[in-house]
């Protein structure tokens, strides 16, 4: 991922974007070929050619279509995985706009764009997922399974994706110039930011809830009614990692695109974040315990399942947890930026072992993964991440557009 | 002496009888509770259906006593799969790619799957563990009390009927598979190899093609060794208690599905344990749904209280940072005047 981004870098690296447009096209091709966009592009054809066989072929044609196990890589990490992450939206809003930390406000476009893509992509990966993409409106519009918590993360997804577009739409008409729409669109930021906290803190958790229907499939490890309230804490963790994560990664690669502000605002805001999370995981920590002790299952934990269980709460739980702490004590703007990856990857094991490793863990033969299925995923993420690409290097995200320059929120 | 027997039974089962009652009503004044919170948020807010707690579905199974159910007495079944082979008959399913009559299929445990379509029910092959003799095992849908599919389906594809069959109606299906993971039989087969319109396959209990033309469920009218009864399910479980009564060697006392998750429409009685045959054993007696509807009926709470909580976070600190900069403000004026 890194590697992949660090050639975006490369690429852009001073060019600025009026250039482009006096390109012939000829030599605009061959400005687009740089070695990370070739690579980019044989995954996302990979990607596309296996989905077009998912959409003429079925499911089964490219998945290991399990009866007993259903949901597979598209849903554990599209969506269980990617929901958590996108987080970064509602969290970022919530602690400039409501809680009023100014001092946070370069990174929330940053936050906001990176939230309504995660969704946006999480729905991308359901419509690939569902069996009949297009009946996707119909616990909307047709028939209402209202004792279904997917029913409730359905409504809130939607409603979410909606709320998300319209806190990112002031970038968008910046960048169209459109300035009564963009003064309309402003003034919604409060009431957007508090709708998506509702939204947010019930679809989080009830993705979490879903599996609270089958404690005799869930390993008894993961399986808490704690569920919804872990889930909900640890996309908060999740959201905030991906906004330090990604600011590296933009000032790293996308360092034309931002302007003076954004840049040296970073280490301050890093640091600030990095405490932040070091509380939720703790607190996070901290729960996990309380549900083990719960259903006290102590002694789960010297059996293969429990080793796994320890690997994820203390490699990816506490020891985050505590790197953060040193990191933004000692100001130590590397170890922060470090540990956000430790613990989005610490994020995405866990949302993998409820939503596969620990689900069906009694079945006597279990499959885990399907070359097919992550060939698709990962040519669906690196699609997310050129659109992210060029949104960033086209919209005033990582900077104010000349117009506003004086405005303040 | 035989009458006597009967009576002792029915005298048997009077606490569990009487025990069930009082556990509905207790659960319906609860729900009553839950759905009043429910209506009141309602009040407030347009879009409530989101939060409301399940309407009582249990409740109303409760008022169903005269549902029809099944009971396998699997001491009986031999392992032929007529069972099979009438069930592939009266759904119109695809003609099977071994016969029906050959038994190489037990070499491996089955189940009911989609991506073939020949049955929605299998037997499986054990072993007594004491004799080592075969024990036949039939599976298909439970019908639960209280169905974990049908309360876990975002679309209501799946329904419980009042009389008893747990039915799913492809019309609104998403193809979510949720009701796959929902269910602890493992019993709901998906259609992953069909792109324009796959299906969820499973078990009807026969209800639209033979029970609302008042014949028995296939299955149940073909066996040839009455190892399956139709019936009200309130009758079947007696009929259950008093063969396990009258052959305490023969039968084990346990009546699977009875109370096993709440209670599911399809009932066994059997000569080992049912572990021994892959049934779920740690199931407990308590309804799926009820582990989500908790969670659900928080829903509203958060939609009624998040807006005043974080409109009044935000008020304080607009509040705050406005008398900070006042602050600063006079601060500077004064600083001037000096």
């Known amino acids: 991922m890194s590697e992949y981004t660090k050639q975006i870098g490369a690429a852009r690296k001073g060019v600025p974007e009026e250039a482009t447009q006096e390109l012939t096209m000829p030599q605009y091709l061959k400005k687009l070929a740089t070695p990370f966009n070739i690579v980019a592009g044989i995954i996302v054809l990979v990607g596309l050619g296996l989905i077009v066989v998912r959409y003429t072929m079925g499911l089964g044609a490219v998945t290991s279509a399990s009866q007993d196990q259903p949901w597979g890589l598209f849903l554990n990490i599209g969506l269980f995985s990617g929901v958590p992450l996108s987080a970064s939206g509602f969290v970022l809003g919530t602690v400039v706009f409501i809680f009023g930390l100014k001092h946070y406000e370069p990174v929330v476009k940053n936050a906001v764009l990176l939230g309504f893509l995660g969704y946006l992509f999480a729905v991308i990966f359901l419509l690939i997922d569902l069996g009949r993409p297009w009946r996707l409106p119909y616990p909307m519009a047709v028939s209402f399974g209202t004792t279904s918590v997917l029913f409730l993360v359905a409504w809130h997804v939607a409603l979410y994706l909606s709320c998300q577009f319209l806190e990112f739409v002031p970038s968008l008409f910046e960048w169209a110039g459109w300035k009564v729409l963009r003064r309309w669109t402003i003034k919604l930021t409060i009431g957007l930011t508090i709708f998506g906290i509702m939204l947010s803190t019930l679809h989080q958790s009830a993705l979490g809830a879903l599996f609270l229907l089958a404690p005799g499939k869930l390993h008894p490890l993961w399986y808490t009614p704690y569920l919804p309230v872990l889930f909900l804490n640890s996309a908060i963790a999740g959201g905030l990692c991906l906004v330090i994560f990604v600011t590296y990664l933009t000032r790293r690669f996308l360092k034309e695109q931002a302007d003076a502000e954004y840049l040296a605002s970073i280490d301050k805001i890093t640091l600030g974040l990095g405490k932040g999370v070091s509380l939720v995981l703790i607190t996070y920590f901290a729960v996990k315990i309380i549900a083990l002790a719960h259903g006290n299952h102590w002694s789960l934990l010297n059996t293969t399942y429990g080793y796994w269980y320890l690997v994820e709460i203390l490699g990816f739980v506490l020891l985050p947890g505590i790197l953060f702490a040193l990191g933004s004590r000692s100001k130590n703007v590397g170890l922060v930026q470090f540990t956000a990856l430790l613990t989005i990857i610490g994020v995405v094991i866990n949302r993998i072992n409820v939503s596969l490793i620990a689900l069906n863990w009694q079945l006597p033969e279990r499959e885990f993964f399907d070359l097919r299925e992550f060939l698709i995923v990962i040519g669906v993420i690196t699609i997310e991440v050129l659109v992210y690409r060029w949104i960033v290097s086209h919209m005033p995200i990582l900077r104010r557009h000349p117009d506003y320059e004086n405005e303040h929120e | ?338």
């Not at chain 2, 409760?62 to 029809?68: E, K, Q, S």
């Not at chain 2, 069909?194 to 014949?215: F, L, N, V, W």
């Not at chain 2, 049912?274 to 308590?286: N, R």
């Open chain 2, 1 to 338: 002496m035989e009458k006597k027997l009967d009576v002792k039974t029915t005298n048997k089962c009077k606490p569990r009888s009487i025990l069930s009652p009082d556990l509905s009503t207790v659960k319906i004044s609860r729900r009553g509770f839950l759905k009043g919170n429910a209506a009141l948020a309602g009040a407030l807010l347009l879009w409530d259906a989101l939060g409301e707690p399940a309407k009582g579905l249990a409740r109303e199974i409760n008022g169903w006593p005269d549902r029809y159910g099944m009971l396998t007495d699997l001491t009986r079944c031999f392992g032929c799969r007529i069972c099979e082979k009438a069930c592939n008959k009266a759904n119109d399913l695809e003609p099977p790619a071994t016969p029906f009559e050959d038994k190489s299929v037990f070499e491996e445990k089955r189940r009911v799957n989609a991506h073939t379509n020949e049955t929605y029910t299998v037997v499986n092959r054990y072993a007594d563990p004491k004799t080592g003799e075969p024990v036949y095992r039939k599976v298909q849908c439970n019908h639960c009390a209280e169905p974990a599919c049908a309360s876990a389906c975002p679309v209501s594809a799946l329904k419980k009927s009042p009389d008893g069959p747990v039915l799913y109606n492809e019309n609104l299906c998403i193809g979510c598979r949720y009701c796959m993971t929902a269910c602890p039989f493992y019993v709901p087969a998906f259609e992953y190899f069909d792109a324009g319109s796959p299906a969820i396959r499973k078990c009807s209990m026969c209800y639209t093609r033979r029970i609302s033309k008042g014949e028995v469920p296939a299955c149940a009218s073909e066996c040839p060794v009455e190892a399956i009864t139709f019936g009200k399910r309130s009758e079947l479980i007696k009929l259950a208690r008093e063969k396990i009564v009258r052959n305490p060697d023969k039968y084990i006392d346990h009546i699977y599905g009875e109370n096993e998750f709440g209670g599911t429409d399809w009932l066994y009685i059997s000569g080992i344990a049912f572990e021994e045959m892959d049934f779920p054993s740690d199931t407990g007696t308590t309804p799926l749904p009820e582990f989500t509807r908790e969670f659900l009926s928080a829903v509203p709470l958060v939609l009624v209280m998040w807006p005043a909580l974080f409109g009044g976070v935000y008020l304080f600190s607009k509040n705050r940072s406005r008398t900070a900069e006042a602050g600063t403000e006079n601060t500077k004026k004064e600083g001037n005047q000096s």
